[in-house]
């Protein structure tokens, strides 16, 4: 036994050296500590100890444990049942062709091509307005939206599970008939102790749980996450979160948490995105703009943004990385430039990112604009988001982090916390998973305000789970509940909860876990 264990710590060992070895940070990393090796520092006769020592005076300690940190927490957790994995592989491959198939019947029907070379004027108009490409000359009136949220929901409501036996003319309705295993509000209080034991947290009023008022309360928590920062540990940071974060320290902590640092080579790889940008016209820049347009543009929190976001996602767009680091590989196309032969140097990955963006994609990227001045740090942090979290959100899957798994954990605690009000959804035959699943696709970015939205943000980091997503979701659902029982149509119960200026994350969410 003791021979298998020692293997299995030699074969964890190794694979973690060669990932390790593919982080964007590890060519840094290694050259800092070749050059602490061969200083005068380590001596020979002490090795092990001067070298250890010269690691943790140097910093790289840290940043060696916050490398097998972030290694750690890139390994997949808990796939679905084998039986369900291969379900919902073919269920996404299916999706995925439908949304080809619409971007080349849209290329059909307005003439164009997926993609093509810049011709030097839009070149350098695009170039000239980089900085303000709300200004950039492009027609994307004719334009229109791959797919919804509404859309997609469609696709998931009619997903037959392996052993699902229909009935004739029976109505979509839930996710129950999908057999996966999500947690009980049980478990949920547990994951979340910090708010179901009603312990003060930022976003609160603390007056009932600390002996000092909010501003001294805010006051200890910004001390508390300077002291934290200072330790440049990731877990520690993550830990920091569970109580909320200070807006003066979250660009820190979650950069840390993420291991989104930039550097010089994050930089230039940047630059060669925009390059790429500059360089190739693809149908999916419309795509974004057009989407920018519709979201952020009307937004009265993010109209101002709307060039760096353009900036950013149409960078996003051209990233190989993004389709390289995804835990699973999305389908994409081959298109030969217009107008050249089929050669390999006329051939380009569409999308290079491999992600083909929906009505509200932009709303992933907005909040960060709060956080950053500088778009490649934002860049970055969005991507790294993006890469963790946000893909789940829009991929037919069966990952407990997944939007499947997610729209099945709202409807069994909406069934456990009020089953009138899950009664009075199915009596008027609409699906409770309708009035809030554009909220949790997009994890309620442009629903809530950017300081509550942040507050749940922080939340996601520190326990690492979407789950409190759907827990946010059925909370409002419930605290709204007067008005929806009044009301048995789908127009009317979304104008019930269409206003979520009111809500407080932090104290809806505490109120939700704590035990009655």
Same mark, same amino acid.
């Given at each position: 036994?003791?021979?298998?264990?020692?293997?299995?710590?030699?074969?964890?060992?190794?694979?973690?050296?060669?990932?390790?070895?593919?982080?964007?940070?590890?060519?840094?990393?290694?050259?800092?500590?070749?050059?602490?090796?061969?200083?005068?520092?380590? *001596?020979?006769? /002490?090795?092990?100890?001067?070298?250890?020592?010269?690691?943790?005076? $140097?910093?790289? @300690? #840290?940043? +060696?444990?916050?490398?097998?940190?972030?290694?750690?927490?890139?390994?997949?957790?808990?796939?679905?049942?084998?039986?369900?994995?291969?379900?919902?592989?073919?269920?996404?491959?299916?999706?995925?062709?439908?949304?080809?198939?619409?971007?080349?019947?849209?290329?059909?029907?307005?003439?164009?091509?997926?993609?093509?070379?810049?011709?030097?004027?839009?070149?350098?108009?695009?170039?000239?307005?980089?900085?303000?490409?709300?200004?950039?000359?492009?027609?994307?009136?004719?334009?229109?939206?791959?797919?919804?949220?509404?859309?997609?929901?469609?696709?998931?409501?009619?997903?037959?599970?392996?052993?699902?036996?229909?009935?004739?003319?029976?109505?979509?309705?839930?996710?129950?008939?999908?057999?996966? *295993?999500?947690? /009980?509000?049980?478990?949920?209080?547990?994951?979340?102790?910090?708010? $179901?034991?009603? @312990? #003060?947290? +930022?976003?609160?009023?603390?007056?009932?749980?600390?002996?000092?008022?909010?501003?001294?309360?805010?006051?200890?928590?910004?001390?508390?996450?300077?002291?934290?920062?200072?330790?440049?540990?990731?877990?520690?940071?993550?830990?920091?979160?569970?109580?909320?974060?200070?807006?003066?320290?979250?660009?820190?902590?979650?950069?840390?948490?993420?291991?989104?640092?930039?550097?010089?080579?994050?930089?230039?790889?940047?630059?060669?995105?925009?390059?790429?940008?500059?360089?190739?016209?693809?149908?999916?820049?419309?795509?974004?703009?057009?989407?920018?347009?519709?979201?952020?543009?009307?937004?009265?929190?993010?109209?101002?943004?709307?060039?760096?976001?353009?900036?950013?996602?149409?960078?996003?767009?051209?990233?190989?990385?993004?389709?390289?680091?995804?835990?699973?590989?999305?389908?994409?196309?081959?298109?030969?430039?217009?107008?050249?032969?089929?050669?390999?140097?006329?051939?380009?990955?569409?999308?290079?990112?491999?992600?083909?963006?929906?009505?509200?994609?932009?709303?992933?990227?907005?909040?960060?604009?709060?956080?950053?001045?500088?778009?490649?740090?934002?860049?970055?942090?969005?991507?790294?988001?993006?890469?963790?979290?946000?893909?789940?959100?829009?991929?037919?899957?069966?990952?407990?982090?997944?939007?499947?798994?997610?729209?099945?954990?709202?409807?069994?605690?909406?069934?456990?916390?009020?089953?009138?009000?899950?009664?009075?959804?199915?009596?008027?035959?609409?699906?409770?998973?309708?009035?809030?699943?554009?909220?949790?696709?997009?994890?309620?970015?442009?629903?809530?305000?950017?300081?509550?939205?942040?507050?749940?943000?922080?939340?996601?980091?520190?326990?690492?789970?979407?789950?409190?997503?759907?827990?946010?979701?059925?909370?409002?659902?419930?605290?709204?509940?007067?008005?929806?029982?009044?009301?048995?149509?789908?127009?009317?119960?979304?104008?019930?909860?269409?206003?979520?200026?009111?809500?407080?994350?932090?104290?809806?969410?505490?109120?939700?876990?704590?035990?009655?």
């Amino acid at each position: 036994m003791e021979e298998i264990k020692d293997k299995g710590v030699y074969y964890t060992a190794v694979k973690l050296c060669e990932d390790i070895k593919q982080m964007p940070s590890y060519p840094s990393l290694y050259s800092d500590v070749q050059k602490v090796v061969s200083s005068t520092s380590v *001596k020979n006769d /002490e090795f092990g100890d001067s070298l250890t020592k010269v690691l943790k005076e $140097s910093g790289l @300690e #840290a940043r +060696l444990r916050n490398s097998v940190y972030y290694w750690v927490r890139s390994q997949s957790k808990e796939p679905a049942p084998p039986m369900f994995d291969s379900f919902f592989k073919k269920a996404q491959i299916q999706w995925e062709k439908r949304i080809h198939k619409s971007l080349n019947s849209m290329c059909t029907e307005l003439g164009i091509h997926l993609a093509r070379l810049r011709t030097n004027s839009d070149r350098e108009e695009l170039l000239e307005k980089w900085g303000e490409l709300s200004n950039y000359d492009v027609d994307i009136s004719k334009y229109r939206p791959v797919y919804s949220p509404k859309d997609f929901l469609e696709v998931l409501l009619n997903l037959k599970g392996p052993n699902y036996k229909p009935k004739q003319d029976e109505p979509a309705w839930d996710f129950s008939h999908i057999p996966i *295993k999500v947690k /009980e509000l049980s478990e949920l209080r547990i994951l979340y102790s910090e708010l $179901s034991h009603g @312990e #003060a947290v +930022l976003g609160i009023d603390v007056s009932r749980n600390a002996s000092c008022g909010y501003a001294a309360f805010e006051a200890e928590r910004i001390e508390l996450g300077e002291k934290v920062f200072e330790t440049n540990h990731a877990p520690i940071a993550q830990e920091y979160l569970k109580k909320g974060c200070p807006p003066s320290l979250r660009t820190k902590m979650w950069k840390l948490v993420l291991g989104s640092d930039t550097n010089d080579t994050h930089r230039l790889q940047y630059e060669k995105l925009k390059s790429h940008v500059l360089q190739y016209d693809l149908m999916i820049d419309k795509l974004i703009i057009k989407d920018i347009h519709l979201t952020a543009s009307n937004d009265d929190q993010y109209f101002v943004f709307e060039d760096v976001l353009h900036q950013v996602l149409l960078c996003f767009s051209r990233d190989p990385e993004v389709l390289k680091l995804l835990p699973y590989k999305p389908g994409y196309m081959q298109v030969v430039l217009k107008g050249k032969s089929s050669v390999p140097e006329s051939t380009l990955t569409f999308p290079p990112s491999g992600v083909i963006p929906f009505h509200g994609f932009t709303m992933y990227a907005a909040p960060f604009c709060y956080l950053f001045d500088d778009s490649v740090e934002l860049y970055f942090m969005f991507r790294a988001f993006y890469l963790r979290y946000w893909f789940r959100l829009h991929k037919v899957c069966g990952h407990p982090q997944g939007i499947v798994c997610l729209c099945l954990l709202y409807e069994r605690l909406l069934q456990c916390f009020d089953t009138v009000l899950w009664h009075h959804f199915k009596k008027n035959n609409i699906p409770p998973i309708r009035v809030v699943f554009k909220w949790m696709m997009r994890a309620f970015s442009g629903h809530l305000p950017p300081d509550q939205l942040l507050y749940l943000w922080d939340l996601i980091l520190a326990y690492d789970s979407l789950e409190i997503v759907p827990l946010l979701a059925v909370t409002i659902v419930i605290f709204r509940r007067a008005n929806l029982l009044r009301v048995n149509t789908l127009q009317n119960m979304e104008a019930v909860l269409a206003d979520l200026s009111s809500i407080s994350v932090m104290s809806m969410l505490q109120m939700s876990l704590s035990k009655e």
